[in-house]
């Protein structure tokens, strides 16, 4: 079935570094969207992104989603202690619509 | 904006007892509901799809008459969770899609139910 990995699982940065989180799907993908989860928290989207080679960006986030629509990159320039939580991305394949969730990259800033 | 609202927020249950869970659309109609779970520093596991009207879609492994899901209007499903075992404890999130919005695909989550069966 389809799968969706995304890496690293952990990022320890200090406030005012940069980081990035890699998604990688297994087939062809519609759509990819990303969202962010505090801890105890639920995932609040943060963007979708549809067409091959799209870059979009959100203030300091900057989200790629790759020429063969099947990897996907979130990238925080500047990070700070509010950027902390899990990010995960979640493609959508050409069939079922059924949004599949890759494994989530815990990002923690020290200040 | 789109809120999607879970009852209860958290719930703990002796083990053998069912659990109802539920999942509202509070300003949008949802043709579609879904059901995740999450376990500690772990990814959001699709369950099982809930269409209005129809029986749910589950995923392979989800034990359907386990996990009884029932979307009964275009802002409410329910997901029951029968003879809850401790293994059963997890975080549960429903998700919703905008009926308007099914051109964008986005989709909304609850708040979550975190359950503990003790």
């Known amino acids: 079935g389809q799968q969706v990995m995304q890496i690293p699982q952990y990022q320890h940065v200090q406030e005012g570094e940069d980081f990035t989180t890699y998604c990688n799907s297994s087939?062809?993908?519609?759509?990819i969207q990303w969202y962010k989860q505090r801890p105890g928290g639920h995932p609040v989207f943060l963007i979708q992104l549809v067409k091959s080679g799209e870059v979009k960006k959100q203030k300091r986030l900057t989200f790629q989603f790759g020429e063969a629509k099947k990897n996907s990159s979130l990238h925080i320039t500047a990070t700070q202690t509010t950027d902390v939580g899990t990010y995960f991305c979640?493609?959508?394949?050409?069939?079922?619509?059924?949004?599949?969730f890759g494994q989530g990259t815990e990002l923690s800033v020290k200040p | 904006g789109a809120v999607v609202s879970q009852h209860p927020s958290w719930v703990i249950c002796k083990s053998g007892t069912s659990v109802k869970i539920e999942c509202r659309s509070l300003?949008?109609?949802?043709?579609?509901m879904f059901w995740y779970r999450q376990f500690p520093k772990q990814s959001l596991m699709l369950m099982a799809t809930?269409?209005?009207?129809?029986?749910?879609?589950?995923e392979q492994g989800v034990e359907k008459d386990k996990f009884l899901i029932n979307h009964a209007s275009l802002t409410l499903s329910t997901l029951t969770v029968t003879s809850a075992h401790p293994e059963d404890s997890s975080f549960y999130i429903c998700s919703a899609r905008d009926l308007a919005g099914e051109a964008y695909n986005e989709q909304f989550f609850g708040p979550g139910t975190r359950l503990t069966v003790l």
């Open positions: 809930s269409n209005e009207g129809s029986k749910a879609t589950y």
């Open positions: 087939t062809t993908l519609s759509n």
């Open positions: 979640a493609g959508r394949n050409n069939q079922g619509g059924k949004l599949i």
């Open positions: 300003d949008f109609q949802a043709t579609t």
